[in-house]
């Protein structure tokens, strides 16, 4: 059994996926579940459709966990479905993972989970093909903004360059990541950007998407991921925040810093959350405005006092 983290993005359908079919090509049999599904605009990923929504109990033997830095990323349902598993394996690049499993590779410095499933899986001589290479490709490339973050490093280009070699369409990969949003995605980050905040002195820049207007657009899991990513591209912009009012009321927080002297790691682990330095996130106890004060005030702090 093959699970990822709950609202999953490219890196953790892409590391499942890549995963599940690695396994099914050694003749293992494989379920790849999770409680959400899968995000449309991943859904054109081969054998993304092998994702199951947790259902009864799993025969599993071993359970392999990818990209999730605690247990609380998962929902209760899948944990429950794999209640028979012996072993738990955890695969992850969270610098806030909490160690859970019987087996625990956590690489911090990866800078996506999909690179080390590419790493192990070459490794140990496993055989690759395309659809995999496109899987692992999918996830380095989201959780690298394209090859972009500082964790990318140039053994991220090498094991890019060995993924296209196994048969990767690039052209078509990132037209469907980068050039294939609904057009609702659009509409929602102009209405997010008409609420722009910029604070202590231009370097903290975020937005705040109320639960009515993710109603009102029918916004999907997926659609306002990269949002963080235009307000962080202002100039004086070091730390960029993303606020989601959830349907339990909860606030979801994303978090990023182009700085690790005012990292976003602490500031959310503060919080109850965590991530990476650079990227991290947190739930908060709403209403929304005093969710966007309280983490705003954390964040003006750690503008203030650099590391
Ligand atoms: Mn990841």
């Not at 599904?37 to 599993?60: M, W």
């Not at 995999?132 to 380095?140: K, R, V």
Request: hydrophobic share 45%; glycine share 10%; net charge negative.
């Amino acid at each position: 059994m093959v699970v990822s983290h709950d609202r999953p993005d490219g890196d953790a359908i892409g590391s499942a996926v890549g995963m599940g079919l690695l396994l099914k090509k050694l003749g293992k049999t494989v379920e790849i579940v999770n409680a959400d599904p899968v995000p449309e605009s991943l859904a054109f990923l081969p054998g993304s459709e092998l994702i199951q929504a947790p259902s009864g109990q799993s025969d599993a033997d071993l359970l392999i966990v990818l990209d999730s830095a605690g247990k609380d990323r998962i929902s209760a349902a899948v944990w429950e479905m794999a209640a028979r598993v012996q072993t738990v394996i955890n695969i992850d690049h969270h610098v806030s993972n909490t160690g859970f499993g019987d087996l625990v590779y956590v690489d911090s410095v990866s800078p996506a989970t999909g690179q080390i499933v590419f790493e192990i899986a070459s490794f140990s001589s496993w055989p690759m093909d395309a659809a995999i290479a496109e899987n692992l490709m999918a996830a380095i490339s989201t959780d690298t903004g394209s090859f972009r973050y500082p964790a990318t490093t140039p053994k991220t280009f090498h094991i890019a360059g060995e993924l296209a070699a196994l048969g990767v369409d690039l052209g078509r990969l990132n037209r469907m990541l980068y050039e294939n949003y609904p057009e609702r995605r659009v509409m929602a980050l102009k209405l997010l950007l008409q609420n722009l905040r910029i604070d202590f002195e231009g370097r903290c820049a975020s937005v705040s998407l109320p639960l009515t207007l993710s109603r009102e657009l029918g916004l999907q899991t997926g659609d306002t991921e990269g949002v963080i990513d235009v307000i962080r591209a202002i100039d004086s912009v070091m730390v960029a925040v993303f606020f989601e009012e959830l349907a339990d009321g909860k606030i979801r927080v994303s978090s990023r810093s182009k700085n690790a002297r005012y990292g976003v790691g602490e500031i959310c682990a503060r919080f109850g959350g965590g991530g990476h330095i650079l990227a991290a996130g947190a739930r908060l106890a709403g209403p929304l405005e005093i969710a966007v004060t309280r983490f705003l005030a954390a964040v003006e702090e750690s503008l203030d006092r650099p590391i």
